[in-house]
């Protein structure tokens, strides 16, 4: 990433990082085409959880 410093808040200068976001193609085609699905277990419900 390049850093650009933009931002300014009296005697403090902040970086800004330029971000891009990635589509879920773009992410895909990083990882060869090949995703893992996860099964996951949460444990009991404690709340209000919807199932």
């Known amino acids: 990433m390049n850093e650009q ?20 193609l773009v992410r895909l085609d990083e990882y060869g085409g090949k995703i893992e699905v996860a099964d996951f ?6 709340g209000r959880e919807i199932l």
């Open 5 to 24: 410093v933009t931002d300014t808040d009296e005697n403090e200068i902040f970086p800004k990082k330029d971000f891009q976001h990635k589509s879920f």
């Open 41 to 46: 277990d949460w444990g009991d419900p404690v």
